[in-house]
């Protein structure tokens, strides 16, 4: 259902638009951000999902979620800046959760959040999404790491929240690894809850870009293929927010 075509820039343009989302193959979503930068630290960009912390938020003190967090500020022309430590913060009416607090995680570690592979990205969501609201001169942007766990007696839940939206303006979610993982589909739903499209990230660089003021998003539930072994998925978000003014 939905399953993504060939992509190129200009086709995922006219989704977005006119959908408010599209799901993109890895192959197709790591030759549109390679073409801005090399990957050349890829290997070790993966590899620090492995030192994730866990995510004390959760009601189940962060047994199944793991994560770290940046924030960046870009520019319509700009390179993507990173800016001081802050505190993640929606209101309850985008997560019932936890909604209305500062979240304060753990920063994505500075040679990461500084690494090529990171740049190429941020660069890549810079002119896809500014491109889609070519009125917005700057940008707030967060990222988040996150890795589901899950294990035998107790499935893993990417959006503990349900299907949801974010309270920004565009989200790409992009996956990095997953190991010993069944499901974790991502849904995406008009806002009367009508189901518009599925896909399961499944390899690197499977990706959804989503304009999230228009549709709701979610992940189902993941459990391991093989319950004496160890599971995770591990997911790149970014969003972006119209910066407000001054």
Known sequence: MNAPQEATETSLHDQVRDEGFAFVHGPDMRALVEHLAPLTDWNAFAAS???????????????FRRRRHATFAASRFGHVEPRPRQAHFQTLAYNALQGDIERWFEPVLPEIANGSTMGAILDFCRDFFGGLSPEVPHWHVEVHQFRIEATAGAAGEPTPEGSHRDGVDYVLVLLVDRENIASGTTTIHAPDGRALGEFTLAQPFDAALIHDPRVFHGVTPVTPLDPTKASHRDVLVVTFRAAEAG
């Open 49 to 63: 999902w492995d030192a994730l912390e866990p995510d004390t938020y959760l009601a189940a003190t962060g047994r």
